[in-house]
Each structure stands twice: as structure tokens, then as C-alpha cells.
């Protein structure tokens, strides 16, 4: 069983950077994919970021160019640096794991975090 805790969300201004932590825990961590998704208020939740096990990352397109996904498999910690931040990034972000990259991707991971809380204000 695999445990995410989510930390470093926060306010911001228009164009600041935040940078989000999720440190896992119960599984080996290097044998996971991991991504962050985000769910703003009344609206579904969507995929952000994804990093496999073997290091290759992909982005949504409205994040691509301002965010960065990386890990760091000796701290069993996945994090997700934003940058010039925008109103409409405001939102619940999520990580969740799975040792299988493509049902991660689709939101079909059986472990998620509790989330933390974006705010970004104009």
C-alpha cells in the first residue's frame, strides 16, 4: 500500500513560482511512475504532469514550458516546480503513483494524495 502526503501549496502573485513536494512511502519507490493532477472548483480534475520510473516526463499542454516534474528516488519524493504562475492554475493539486504509466495518465491510479491547496491571485 502506497502512501502520498502533498506539501508546499500556498497564495502566490500572477507570475510567482511555488514548488510542491509528495513523499511517498509502503512501496519501493523507484518502481513507480508518479504525476500531478489539479481540480479547480467546479471543474473535473486534469493531468498536469507525469514522470515514469525511468525518468521521462510529460506535460499538459497549459503547463508545458512554466512547470517542471522531477524526482528524487533516495528521498522517495516526487516534486512539481511551477513558475510564472497564472490565475487559472489556482486549484486542488494531487499526486498519484502507479507502476503502470499510461493508466496513470488517464487518472485510473489506485493511490492518490489528499491534496494540497493553489491559489494564485491577480
Known amino acids: 500500500q502506497v502512501q502520498l502526503v502533498e506539501s508546499g501549496g500556498g497564495l502566490v502573485q500572477a507570475g510567482g513560482s511555488l514548488r510542491l513536494s509528495c513523499a511517498a512511502s509502503?512501496?519501493?519507490?523507484?518502481?513507480?511512475?508518479m504525476a500531478w493532477f489539479r481540480q479547480a472548483p467546479g471543474k473535473e480534475r486534469e493531468f498536469v504532469a507525469a514522470i515514469s520510473w525511468s525518468g521521462g516526463n510529460t506535460y499538459a499542454d497549459s503547463v508545458k514550458g512554466r512547470f517542471t516534474i522531477s524526482r528524487d528516488n533516495a528521498q522517495n519524493t516526487v516534486y512539481l516546480q511551477m513558475n510564472s504562475l497564472k490565475p487559472e492554475d489556482t486549484a486542488v493539486y494531487y499526486c498519484?503513483?502507479?507502476?503502470?504509466?499510461?493508466?496513470?495518465?488517464?487518472?485510473?491510479?489506485?493511490?492518490w494524495g489528499q491534496g494540497t491547496q493553489v491559489t494564485v491571485s491577480s
Open positions: 509502503g512501496g519501493i519507490f523507484s518502481l513507480y511512475s
Open positions: 498519484a503513483a502507479d507502476r503502470v504509466l499510461s493508466r496513470l495518465r488517464v487518472g485510473s491510479s489506485g493511490y
